[in-house]
């Protein structure tokens, strides 16, 4: 029997800020968008950065990014570990991406990167709904 490999979908800190400050349920709308079945995945530095902005963010970014923490523990996502990297959050992305993963993002340029590596991208549109590109 040939069992699908899970495809990794990895969300990027500021994708991760879109429930805060756009109001969408970007859970529902990955379930809602992907016909594979996934696992969601976020690196360890998206959580620092994201505790950062908790801490020195502007108010409406603080608030993003305490509601991103909390569903990150809520929905009980995969911590894609650095060890230490002194790489970006971005570049640790790209080293994970392939033709079975999704990057959840919307920073061009990494866009370009894993695309460049056959990943595939998630993205929002018109501040409401998702696409994979």
């Known amino acids: ?5 899970k495809k990794k979908v990895i969300l990027d800190t500021n994708f991760l800020l879109i429930p805060g400050q756009f109001k969408v349920d970007i859970f529902t709308q990955i379930e809602r968008i992907m016909e594979d079945t996934f696992i969601l995945c976020v690196v360890d530095k998206s959580i620092t950065e994201l505790n950062k902005l908790v801490v020195v963010g502007k108010e409406k970014d603080r608030f993003a990014a305490k509601l991103a923490l909390v569903l990150i523990r809520q ?3 995969k911590t894609l570990h650095s060890f230490g990297s002194k790489k ?32 595939r991208i998630i993205g929002l549109r018109q501040k409401k709904y998702l696409v994979i590109t």
């Open 88 to 119: 970006s959050v971005d570049d640790i992305i790209v080293k994970k991406a392939d033709k079975n993963t999704f990057v959840a993002t919307q920073d061009k340029d990494l866009r370009k990167k894993v695309r460049d590596k056959g990943a």
């Open 1 to 5: 029997m040939n069992k699908k490999k």
């Open 75 to 77: 929905k009980n996502l």
